[in-house]
């Protein structure tokens, strides 16, 4: 979502005697002579844990950019700094990312991540469709744990349907994660879809949720996929007054495919700080939903460690989800797959079809 904000000055106080009661207060000692880019305590507390796959997506509204979003560049990027580092999960896929100087401090401060944008030279594609206005715009990007995961490679999708994704398409990323002895090569796909509920949005996003399901059914039909972002439409229903979920072709196809956020959408849970609607998701292919730790999709209110939080920090939660990874051997969970996604798909068409006559 694009929101433009008044320009406003955010001081933080922390109270003295004690430096330590500061720390348990949560707040950052600033004593004189500290580098203003050192953060010495964390404010927000640990969602991770250490035997599982922690998954998080966030937009940070308008990261960077010198003229929309917070003001308070720097306070933006200590309080991204605060929430990722604090909320320690493995992955992040983040939307909005303008600055490329304030990401590479962001990534420099945060100890044991690694990550880049979208624009990367490193990304198959990734200059030649997030390179405008300068470097200037938003663009999608990934944090990581490099004890825990490598890039096998990254690249730029869908680019046919450029217009669709309101000119972000989709950055898929493929990894090799390492953990409690055992290792998989995983694909995350990081999106930022196109906004605003009129009609012409609402069909963009349809046509880039089509190319999406056509995509994943014919390029990963047996892999660990998770699609994650701001999806900027609900999967119960459209934020399209009178039109379906744009997004019901995965939700209808629930053998092959499942959105763990749905439950937060079914429970009213918002993922903004100024609209009802659940527009942040997190979408699994069965293989990789299979290892969901049920209960684990978590809009994370961070906004109650961090003051004034939409106007400094963003105008989106972060989203969580989590997932078992076995300590060698196979998986936990054993997900057998007789037959590729999309062919499984066709069985089930060609038997609806019978038993409608």
């Not at 014919?218 to 999967?235: A, C, E, H, M, Y």
């Not at 459209?238 to 439950?263: E, L, Q, R």
Request: charged share 15%; aromatic share 8%; hydrophobic share 40%.
């Amino acid at each position: 979502m694009v929101r433009m904000k008044a320009w406003l000055n955010i001081v933080k106080i922390c109270v003295l005697p004690v430096v330590a009661l500061m720390g348990m207060l949560g707040c950052r000692a600033n004593v004189s002579g500290e580098n203003v880019d050192q953060v010495t305590q964390a404010l927000v507390p640990s969602k991770g844990a250490p035997n599982t796959l922690d998954v998080a997506s966030w937009n940070i509204e308008w990261f960077g950019d010198e003229t929309n979003g917070p003001t308070d560049k720097d306070l933006q990027r200590q309080n991204a700094y605060d929430v990722i580092f604090g909320a320690d999960m493995d992955i992040w896929g983040l939307g909005e990312l303008v600055s490329q100087s304030q990401f590479n401090t962001l990534k420099g401060q945060l100890t044991g991540y690694s990550g880049f944008l979208a624009n990367d030279p490193s990304v198959i594609n990734g200059p030649a469709y997030y390179s405008d206005f300068s470097n200037n715009e938003q663009k999608v990007g990934i944090l990581y744990k490099s004890s825990l995961a490598n890039v096998l490679e990254a690249r730029i999708i869908l680019t046919a349907n450029n217009c669709d994704f309101a000119d972000r398409p989709p950055m898929q990323v493929k990894l090799r994660v390492t953990l409690n002895g055992n290792t998989h090569d995983v694909v995350v796909i990081v999106l930022h879809a196109k906004c605003c509920s009129d009609s012409t949005s609402y069909q963009r996003r349809l046509n880039a949720s089509n190319a999406l399901k056509f995509y994943l059914t014919t390029t990963f039909p047996t892999q660990k996929v998770w699609l994650i972002g701001d999806f900027n439409d609900d999967v119960d229903t459209s934020i399209t007054v009178g039109n379906a979920s744009p997004y019901a072709n995965f939700v209808n196809d629930a053998a092959n495919y499942v959105f763990p956020s749905k439950a937060l959408s079914d429970a009213g849970v918002a993922s903004t700080t100024g609209y009802p609607d659940m527009v942040d998701h997190h979408l699994n292919t069965n293989e990789s939903n299979a290892q969901l730790i049920l209960g684990s999709a978590e809009i994370y209110r961070v906004d109650q460690y961090i003051a004034d939080y939409d106007l400094t920090t963003s105008d989106h939660y972060p989203l969580l989800s989590r997932y078992t990874w076995a300590s060698g051997g196979a998986p936990s969970v054993t997900v057998t797959v007789t037959a590729p996604r999309h062919q499984a798909q066709a069985h089930l068409r060609d038997g609806n079809d019978a038993a409608a006559g």
